[in-house]
């Protein structure tokens, strides 16, 4: 019987194909890894870039590396800058935007995983 790994090596995140400008670099999750517990990404959101409000079935912690970025919680605007967290539990109603003049680089991790059919986005 074959030994199995207790790790799994990502030398290529998935990138997730996007239509706004903004890179999203999916370390661990379930399109890079398989993993449904949790998903990490590193993320690009390009000037002056939002989108639309959702309201996710998982918590969300957002580690912002540089620039800034804003948050619509619930009808409360929350910014943050370089070197600040915020967790934004399941269920809030959120919209993520980048409004200011720079990029903002940024980590997030979602648990249990990021998945397309619990983000419930408003179109």
Same mark, same amino acid.
């Given at each position: 019987?074959?030994? =199995?790994?207790?790790?799994?090596?990502? =030398?290529?995140? &998935?990138?997730?194909? $996007? =239509?706004?400008?903004?890179?999203?670099?999916?370390?661990?999750?379930?399109?890079?890894?398989?993993?449904?517990?949790?998903?990490?990404?590193?993320?690009?959101?390009?000037?002056?870039?939002?989108?639309?409000?959702?309201?996710?079935? &998982?918590?969300?912690? $957002?580690?912002?590396?540089?620039?800034?970025?804003? &948050?619509?919680?619930?009808?409360?605007?929350?910014?943050?800058?370089?070197?600040?967290?915020?967790?934004?539990?399941?269920?809030?109603?959120?919209?993520?935007?980048?409004? &200011?003049?720079?990029?903002?680089?940024?980590?997030?991790?979602?648990?249990?995983?990021?998945?397309?059919?619990?983000?419930?986005?408003?179109?």
């Amino acid at each position: 019987m074959a030994a =199995t790994k207790n790790y799994v090596r990502n =030398t290529a995140p &998935f990138v997730v194909p $996007t =239509t706004d400008g903004k890179l999203i670099e999916e370390h661990v999750g379930l399109a890079s890894t398989g993993t449904g517990q949790y998903s990490v990404a590193h993320m690009v959101a390009p000037p002056h870039w939002s989108e639309p409000p959702q309201r996710p079935e &998982f918590d969300e912690v $957002t580690i912002v590396v540089r620039g800034r970025k804003r &948050f619509e919680i619930d009808g409360e605007i929350v910014e943050l800058g370089a070197g600040e967290s915020l967790l934004i539990k399941a269920g809030a109603r959120v919209r993520y935007a980048n409004p &200011f003049a720079e990029e903002c680089e940024y980590w997030s991790v979602c648990v249990p995983a990021f998945s397309p059919a619990t983000v419930h986005r408003e179109e």
